[in-house]
T-cell receptor
Framework: QKEVEQNSGPLSVPEGAIASLNCTYS??????FFWYRQYSGKSPELIMF??SNGDKEDGRFTAQLNKASQYVSLLIRDSQPSDSATYLC??????????????WGLGTSLAVNP | EAGVTQSPTHLIKTRGQQATLRCSPI?????VYWYQQALGLGLQFLLW???????NRGNFPPRFSGRQFPNYSSELNVNALELEDSALYLC????????????FGPGTRLTVL
C-alpha cells in the first residue's frame, strides 16, 4: 500500500461547481496534512494545511480531515477555469528513525470547464 | 520577504557530464529539500539537508549528491548524467524540523542530450 494515495484523475467539473479531491494515508501517527496546487511546468504552491479533525475553510477552499478513517479532502467551491491544475496531498509522517518527513501523493489533475 | 530562489532556470547538458544546481532558502529556514519531477510524474524526494547535514535521502543512486552551506543555501550535484535525469528539479525550504509546510522555488529544468 502506498503511503499517500490520490486518484490521478483527470477530475472534470463545470465552472461554478464544487470540486472534491481526496487523499488517503497509511501512517496513523500522521499529524499534519497539506494541499498544494501545481500548474503545468510550475512549482507547487501551498494552498492549505490542517492538523485537527474536522473542517478548515479559507475562501473558496475547505480542507476536511478524518483521522479515524485516515482521509483528508479538499473542496473547491465555485470552481473557476483558473483552478485547473494538479493538486498534491502531502502528509507529515514518521520515517524509520522516528523523524518526521513529508510524504507526497502523486496528485489529482483537475479540469474546470467553462 | 523573498521566496526560495533557484539557479539556473534552465540547464542543458550532454550524457556523462556533471550538473550543479543551486538553491537559496527563505530567510530563517534551515531545512532544504530537493525533489525530482520528471515530465508527467509525481514529486520524487531526493535529499533533505538541515543545519548543514544530510538528514535523509530518497531512492536515488550516489551520483546524486549535494551539500548545505553555513548560510543554509544548498547545491545539488548530479554526476555522470543520463538521459533519464532530464526533469524539473525543485528545491523547497522549511523552518527547522521536517514535516512542517515546505515552500518551493521555481525549479531548474535540466535537459540531458
Amino acid at each position: 500500500q502506498k503511503e499517500v494515495e490520490q486518484n490521478s484523475g483527470p477530475l472534470s467539473v463545470p465552472e461554478g461547481a464544487i470540486a472534491s479531491l481526496n487523499c488517503t494515508y497509511s501512517d496513523r501517527g500522521s499529524q499534519s496534512f497539506f494541499w498544494y496546487r501545481q500548474y503545468s511546468g510550475k512549482s507547487p504552491e501551498l494552498i492549505m494545511f490542517i492538523y485537527s479533525n474536522g473542517d478548515k475553510e479559507d475562501g473558496r477552499f475547505t480542507a476536511q480531515l478524518n483521522k479515524a478513517s485516515q482521509y483528508v479532502s479538499l473542496l473547491i467551491r465555485d470552481s473557476q477555469p483558473s483552478d485547473s491544475a494538479t493538486y498534491l496531498c502531502a502528509v507529515n509522517t514518521r520515517n524509520a528513525g522516528n523523524n518526521r518527513k513529508l510524504i507526497w501523493g502523486l496528485g489529482t489533475s483537475l479540469a474546470v470547464n467553462p | 520577504e523573498a521566496g526560495v530562489t533557484q539557479s539556473p532556470t534552465h540547464l542543458i547538458k550532454t550524457r556523462g557530464q556533471q550538473a550543479t544546481l543551486r538553491c537559496s532558502p527563505i530567510s530563517g529556514h534551515t531545512s532544504v529539500y530537493w525533489y525530482q519531477q520528471a515530465l508527467g510524474l509525481g514529486l520524487q524526494f531526493l535529499l533533505w539537508y538541515d543545519e548543514g547535514e544530510e538528514r535523509n535521502r530518497g531512492n536515488f543512486p550516489p551520483r546524486f549528491s549535494g551539500r548545505q552551506f553555513p548560510n543554509y543555501s544548498s547545491e545539488l550535484n548530479v554526476n555522470a548524467l543520463e538521459l533519464e535525469d532530464s526533469a524539473l528539479y525543485l528545491c523547497a525550504s522549511s523552518p527547522r524540523w521536517a514535516g512542517v509546510e515546505q515552500f518551493f522555488g521555481p525549479g531548474t529544468r535540466l535537459t540531458v542530450l
